[in-house]
């Protein structure tokens, strides 16, 4: 399913699916010969996709019945979360078929995660779809817009979102919660490839002069652009060691299963 309407190398699948190549290939290679998979070497790199329009009517219709029973399968769809961030993260030149989805979550939507997901859109709006939403969702306070102006961030096509209008219904490679009370009541999002924790002061509690506000939300913003310049930096990294982890966790606990029925 991860092939539905994808090119990947098996890098990508490696990544994926938390298996060594090895294994990997030895299952593409069945699917291949059984013509459910297409193949292909170029270079160094060998690629998979789905077989066309021009494939056997039993093909065609098995993976059809594919599709329509997996319809929903929430490990399809974390493989999909999972797939979008593998194309961003796996050195192979491979085709840049999806962006992964990131998603900034406060507690009202108001400051923090508005900042995060404008300033992430502009500097890398071309390599992520990025949304933001939050617990209990306020409106945008007037001095947001103004220290977002001030580089070169226009706010005016945001809204605050509830992270109801979000759950069970898009799915997303990445969740950064940026604050600690959403943190600690962030609902579980199916299909996260990564969930991160990157807590900022809420800049709306500030207190003083309106000069001595607006001091801390620069202070906030500027805070919260040296995170995203240096994620954006380490991110291939980043995401790297994350997934060996996810997959190792996932591997110990699938082995903990198999000692205990055994």
């Known amino acids: 399913m991860c092939l539905d309407g994808s090119t990947l190398c098996l890098c990508h699948l490696t990544q994926v699916l938390g298996l060594v190549p090895s294994t990997v290939s030895k299952h593409l290679h069945v699917l291949a010969e ?5 193949t292909w070497q170029e270079g160094r ?3 998979y996709k789905w077989p066309g329009e021009d494939a056997p009517v039993p093909v065609r219709r098995a993976l059809e019945w594919c599709r329509e029973a997996l319809a929903g399968d929430p490990t399809v ?7 979008a961030v593998a194309l961003h993260t796996c050195g192979a030149p491979c085709p840049q078929v999806a962006r992964p989805r990131v998603l900034f979550l406060c507690t009202g939507n108001s400051c923090r995660s508005q900042m995060a997901e404008a300033l992430l859109r502009k500097h890398a709006g071309d390599r992520f779809e990025v949304y933001s939403a939050g617990l209990d969702p306020r409106p945008i306070p007037p001095l947001v817009h103004k220290v977002m102006a001030e580089v070169g961030c226009d706010l005016s096509g945001q809204r605050p979102k509830s992270v109801l209008d979000f759950l069970g219904k898009e799915y997303f490679g990445y969740v950064i919660s940026v604050c600690a009370n959403a943190e600690a009541r962030c609902p579980i999002f199916p299909g996260v490839a990564y969930h991160l924790y990157w807590p900022f002061e809420d800049p709306a509690e500030a207190t003083g002069t ?3 506000r607006l001091a801390k939300f620069r202070e906030v913003r500027d805070q919260i652009q040296a995170r995203i310049l240096a994620w954006l930096t380490g991110k291939e990294d ?11 966790h996932e591997s110990e606990q699938s082995q903990s299963t198999k000692e205990k029925a055994t």
């Open 210 to 212: 309106e000069e001595q």
């Open 77 to 83: 769809a974390e493989d999909a979360a999972r797939r």
């Open 34 to 38: 059984a013509g459910l998979v297409t």
């Open 238 to 248: 980043e995401g790297r060691e994350q997934a060996r982890g996810f997959f190792r």
């Open 45 to 47: 790199w060998r690629y």
